[in-house]
């Protein structure tokens, strides 16, 4: 029997890959955030064997403890689901230092850090499945960093897929719009942000089934909502109209 790890478990998209791993015949799911109550109470109501793990992905010493952590306990993996992640709208001068670097961390630092510690410990059909956005695809006015740092992971999900195709092992890239989940209220933190940006939205619960689905079928990506797959399929084609029409939000 293998394990899951879920990072970003205490909320949105990480919390309902809980829910849908739990039929799932599985060891034990590690669930990785911060808020090891928030991922607690969410335990209480899976039937797999849980193990919290309380971790800033954002601290350095954090992340060496959970790859530190991996290696001592060389868990048979079958699925790494990277979902923490945060967004910021700012613009360049004034967005805080602090929230950019943590974008750059968690969104990026964690995500190549953590499945670099357990591809030793995958096998043949282990999966690794990590979420991008439709942001990777358009260059995003007011929303920059974050965009680029999802683009990292377009990138780099891209290359892993081939670097670990012998082995076995799955690489789903998970890019949907605006998903209905908290990261959006903290996106916007105190900035004004014109609502039409937030036209469509998905339901977390949606994002999570196709992305399992997809990753089942040995698929690539996974876009849910027919809005987030005309976005990506324009910007893939005409990248500079794609990033206008986004900022004509704010003129
Ligand atoms: N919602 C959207 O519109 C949308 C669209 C496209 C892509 N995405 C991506 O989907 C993923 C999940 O987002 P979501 O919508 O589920 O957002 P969410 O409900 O806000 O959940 C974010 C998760 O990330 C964790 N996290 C944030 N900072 C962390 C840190 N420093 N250390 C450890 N964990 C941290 C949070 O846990 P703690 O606070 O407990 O640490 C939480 O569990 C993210 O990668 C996001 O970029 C979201």
């Known amino acids: 029997m293998s394990i899951a790890i879920v990072t970003g478990a205490s909320s949105g998209i990480g919390a309902d890959f809980c829910k849908e791993l739990d039929d799932r015949g599985l060891e034990c799911i590690w669930m990785v955030s911060r808020n090891a109550s ?6 209480d109501g899976l039937s797999t064997p849980v193990r919290i793990v309380p971790c800033d992905l954002a601290s350095v010493a954090d992340r060496d403890s959970l790859r530190a952590l991996i290696s001592e306990e060389a868990p048979d993996i079958g699925y790494l689901v990277n979902c923490a992640g945060l967004g910021r709208f700012g613009d360049p001068v004034g967005m ?18 953590l499945t670099s510690a ?9 999966r690794i499945i990590t979420l991008c956005s439709e942001a990777a695809y358009v260059s995003t006015y007011n929303l920059n960093v974050y965009a680029s740092t999802k683009s990292f992971i377009r990138s780099y999900l891209d290359a892993l897929r081939l670097e670990v195709e012998d082995r076995g092992i799955g690489v789903l890239e998970v890019s949907p719009g605006w998903v209905d989940t908290p990261f959006i209220g903290d996106c916007i933190d105190n ?51 794609a990033a206008r029409i986004w900022r004509g939000y704010w003129k």
């Open 191 to 241: 900035h004004d942000v014109p609502v039409k940006v937030f036209g469509h939205k998905v339901q977390s619960i949606d994002v999570v089934r196709k992305a399992l689905k997809d990753s089942d079928s040995g698929r690539r990506r996974s876009v849910c909502g027919f809005q987030t797959r005309m976005v990506i399929a324009l910007a893939s084609h005409l990248p500079g109209f």
């Open 96 to 113: 805080p230092v602090e929230d950019a670097r943590a974008m750059i961390d968690v969104n990026i630092s964690a995500v190549v850090e």
């Open 118 to 126: 357990c591809i030793p410990f995958m096998r043949p059909g282990s």
């Open 38 to 43: 928030r991922m607690g109470s969410l335990a």
